[in-house]
């Protein structure tokens, strides 16, 4: 019976701890996801151009951290958040929820796909980060104002 007590404590701080560290900013917060997505796009190219040798193991890491915020981006985009913390969000996200949804999940199965692919050279780096870059591109036209 003490076991069980135990167990049910342990759930609910874990539940309790998981509610409280929901970020109050959801702005703050995508943006903060991007900018880690820039860094790692940054970092890829310039493995890419051959301005920094290929390393397997940081290639893997790269894509990896880019699969990592495209599991958790969606969650950031409630409808109290069209507006406010200079966002560059576009009204499309919530006008076309199915669209940004689409997009969002095909990011989703870019990254895994690259991730998956596991590239040993910088050409296999190259092919596999195609399509998550195209689909950077094509969600920042749809989704994303960009602001001067």
């Known amino acids: 019976m003490k076991s069980l007590h135990l167990v049910a404590a342990v ?8 509610v409280t560290a929901q ?3 959801p702005i703050a917060t995508r ?3 991007m900018k880690s997505n820039g860094k790692s796009i940054g970092a890829a190219m310039k493995m ?3 301005e920094e040798p290929f390393d397997a193991a940081k290639a893997q890491t790269i894509v990896a951290d880019m699969h990592g915020v495209s599991m958790k981006f969606g969650n950031y ?15 499309a996200i919530w006008t076309k929820p199915a669209d940004f949804k689409a997009a969002l999940v095909k990011f989703q ?4 796909a690259a991730m ?3 590239p040993a050279t910088v050409e296999a780096f190259k092919a596999a980060m195609g399509p998550v870059g195209g689909n950077c591109r094509s ?7 960009k602001k001067d």
């Open 11 to 18: 759930a609910l701080l874990t539940t309790t701890v998981a």
């Open 23 to 25: 970020p109050a900013d």
């Open 31 to 33: 943006q903060a996801l």
């Open 48 to 50: 890419i151009k051959g």
């Open 77 to 91: 985009f409630p409808a109290n958040s069209q507006t406010g913390g200079d966002t560059e969000a576009s009204p």
């Open 109 to 112: 199965n870019d990254t895994a």
């Open 116 to 118: 998956a692919a596991k």
């Open 139 to 145: 969600c920042h036209e749809a989704f994303r104002i």
